[in-house]
Structure formats: C-alpha cells, structure tokens
C-alpha cells in the first residue's frame, strides 16, 4: 500500500519554464490538497479538489493550477515559474471534506527550486 | 484575518513531560488537528479535538478549549525520536485547515 505519492522527490526549474508536480493516492479519497511549505510559515493551501471533477482555490493561487479527471490523480501545474515558488510542495488526501475526524494523508513532498 | 500561534522552539530533555501551545482565530471552528513532522518528511496526524476537554492517546495527548481559542499538546515520557516539528491546525468554516508555523521540539539527553 503506497498511500500518497509525489513525483518529482526534487527539482531545480529555470525561470519561466512549465513544471508539472504529480500526485497519486491510492486509498479511494475523495478530497485532495495541494500545500506549500516555506521555512517560517504554516503549510499554505495552493488548490483543493472536493471530489473527482471539481476543484477549488486556496489562499495562494495565483500562478499555479490543477486538475481533477479521476479519484487518484491531483496534478499541480506551474505555468511560468518564478523563483517565488521556490518551495516545498505537499499533496495530501482525505476520505472527505467534511466534518468529523478526516484526517488529511500526505505525500512525501516535492522540493522545488526556481532559479 | 485568520491566525494560529504556536511557540517558534522549545526544549525538554528525555524522559521529561512538554506541552505545546496553539491559540487560534479562525472564521469559524470544525475541529482542531495536531501533527507531527520530522525534518525533511511529510507531516503526520497525531489527534483531533472538536469538543473541550482532553483526548488521551498513549503518551500525547491534547486538549481544548473552544471558548478561549486555545489548545495544548502534551507529550510525556519523551523519547529522543519525539525531536520534530508539531504542527497545530484549525479547520474552518469552509472546511479548509489553517496551519501555524510548527513548533519544533528540540530533546537532549
């Protein structure tokens, strides 16, 4: 059982290039995230999806998009990166969006450096 | 705006008892999440409170209380592998969870 997992493990991307971090989770969820995490700040959400098909904007959008065709799969795609996206980037999973305990799984992270 | 404060760093030394403080102020309240997050790994889930008082797991727990936004971890008998980051998070009335900075726990010997 691999749960969530997260390719690339780490990247150096020039600026203004298109990057594209994928992100699989095998346990049926139907909520994912996408988060940031930069040293002095909590994770960041970039973009949500409630369930396959949908998706939804966090508290740092801009410059980054998502797609949602199936249960699994949650890629987060940079269109022209700029070194302020120089971070590390977590996908996580939950059996929902809802109340309750659904607590989110995460993947292993995405080092991500723009030069 | 929405916050959540945690201490930057503390130390405690092995076999010791350390509590963790969160105070939040969120636009809403639908649980509170603990987790935990050794450097260079991805956080992992510790506890969930959405009633006051205290939920025991072993040697952490964590506590509650809604009325004054505020919330505490408490490891016991510590371990040099509890040397982490303990993230304290708040789901809101969106259902999105707002996460502090982490407090990273430094153990000695």
């Known amino acids: 059982i691999a749960g969530i997992t997260q390719a690339p493990t780490s990247q150096i991307l020039a600026a203004g290039r298109r990057m594209t971090l994928r992100c699989t989770q095998d346990m049926r969820h139907n909520a994912m995230y996408w988060y940031r995490q930069d040293l002095g700040l909590g994770l960041r959400l970039i973009h949500y999806s409630n369930t396959a098909g949908t998706t939804g904007k966090g508290e740092v959008p801009d410059g980054y998009s998502v797609s949602r065709a199936n249960t699994d799969d949650f890629p987060l795609t940079l269109a022209s990166a700029v070194p302020s996206q120089t971070s590390v980037y977590f996908c996580a999973s939950s059996d929902s969006m809802a109340g309750g305990h659904n607590e989110q799984f995460f993947g292993p992270g995405t080092r991500l450096t723009v030069l | ?109």
């Open chain 2, 1 to 109: 705006g929405q916050n959540i404060d945690q201490p930057t760093e503390m130390t405690a030394t092995e076999g010791a008892i350390v509590q963790i403080n969160c105070t939040y102020q969120t636009s809403g309240f639908n649980g509170l999440f603990w987790y935990q997050q050794h450097a260079g790994e991805a956080p992992t889930f510790l506890s969930y409170n959405v009633l006051d008082g205290l939920e025991e797991k072993g040697r952490f727990s964590s506590f509650l209380s809604r009325s004054k936004g505020y919330s505490y971890l408490l490891l016991k008998e510590l371990q040099m592998k509890d040397s982490a980051s303990y993230l304290c998070a708040v789901r809101d009335s969106n259902y999105q969870l707002i996460w502090g900075a982490g407090t990273k726990l430094i153990i000695k010997p």
